[in-house]
């Protein structure tokens, strides 16, 4: 330990230098307005081509695909710096928000590090 400064302890904000940062946002969707599988389906489309597009991130649904006023859908970006995927996470949920407005019910971030 010649360079004198004292090492480190990854912790999940502070992880080894080099580890990738994996961010997961999950929303939460209603569409009450929804009336099929089909309307439902354009939604969630819609707003997966939107945040792919715009972020650069990767997006999926990943809960209640046969459920016609449900989804879940998850949005996830891969970055060496954690304060940068945080900024993309929080403007992906800015723009659901902005695309979905009442019917998007909750977000939620989880790291993965």
Not at 7 to 16: A, G, K, S
Not at 26 to 39: D, F, G, I, N, V
Not at 53 to 60: E, G, I, L, P
């Amino acid at each position: 330990m010649g360079s004198g400064n004292p090492r480190t302890t990854p912790t999940p904000h502070n992880p080894p230098p080099g580890m990738a940062k994996i961010g997961v946002l999950t929303l939460e969707l209603r569409m009450e307005h929804a009336h099929s599988l089909k309307e439902k389906r354009h939604i969630v489309q819609g707003l997966k081509d939107r945040l792919r597009h715009k972020f650069n991130v990767a997006v999926a649904e990943i809960e209640h695909q046969d459920v016609w006023q449900r989804a879940t859908v998850a949005a996830v970006t891969v970055s060496s710096d954690h304060t940068r995927a945080e900024q993309v996470l929080h403007a992906v949920e800015n723009e659901a928000a902005s695309l979905l407005g009442a019917m998007l019910v909750e977000a939620t971030v989880e790291w993965l590090e």
